[in-house]
């Protein structure tokens, strides 16, 4: 079975922080981008961030460049997202993905393999 599956969700304080994990099986990743995707309630599904396949390059949202880091381990099949200094606005459903190519993207058309999500809520 072809699943993406994110763990590592829960509830922080403001100030906190939370390591998210995406674990890869049935499907390759090793040679494909990686990326990181959240919604809030009521809103579109935006670009967290993202990395190329073998890590060498990473991508932010202005949002959250420099409390945030992505990092993945190609031997493991996993993504990590360690998410540092948090706020309340980060509360959203969290979905890992893996890209259509080699090359990191901010756009969600990039990735075809879309996690189930895991549920961020940050309280202040």
């Known amino acids: 079975q072809v699943q993406l599956v994110e763990s590592g969700g829960g509830l922080v304080q403001a100030g906190g922080s939370l390591r998210l994990s995406c674990t890869a099986s049935?499907?390759?990743?090793?040679?494909?981008?990686m990326g990181w995707f959240r919604q809030a309630p009521g809103k579109e599904r935006e670009f967290v961030a993202a990395?190329?396949?073998?890590?060498?390059?990473?991508y932010y949202a202005d949002s959250v460049k420099g409390r945030f880091t992505i990092s993945r381990d190609n031997a493991k099949n996993t993504l990590s997202l360690q998410m540092n200094s948090l706020k309340p606005e980060d509360t959203a459903v969290y979905y890992c993905?893996?890209?259509?190519?080699?090359?990191?993207?901010?756009?969600?058309?990039?990735?075809?393999?879309w996690g189930q999500g895991t549920q961020v809520t940050v309280s202040s």
């Open positions: 993905a893996r890209g259509t190519s080699f090359g990191r993207s901010y756009s969600p058309s990039d990735y075809n393999y």
């Open positions: 990395i190329n396949w073998i890590g060498g390059s990473t």
């Open positions: 049935g499907l390759s990743v090793s040679s494909y981008a």
